[in-house]
């Protein structure tokens, strides 16, 4: 989270978004990891 301490004007003022806004809701999605028989060989290594 280096980016937020290097520069906590940008990193905490949603309206640089999006003019006017005051507060931003972030969400994210969990991607499921590929199955070993998808996989090809030698990736595990």
Same mark, same amino acid.
């Given at each position: 989270?280096?980016? !937020?301490?290097?520069?906590? =004007?940008?990193? !905490?003022?949603?309206?640089?978004?999006?003019?006017? =806004?005051?507060?931003?809701?972030?969400? =994210?999605?969990? !991607? #499921?990891? #590929?199955?070993?028989?998808?996989?090809? =060989?030698?990736?595990?290594?």
């Amino acid at each position: 989270m280096q980016f !937020t301490f290097r520069n906590p =004007a940008r990193s !905490t003022d949603p309206g640089r978004i999006l003019e006017g =806004a005051r507060s931003l809701v972030v969400g =994210a999605l969990r !991607t #499921p990891a #590929p199955r070993l028989a998808e996989v090809g =060989a030698g990736r595990l290594r």
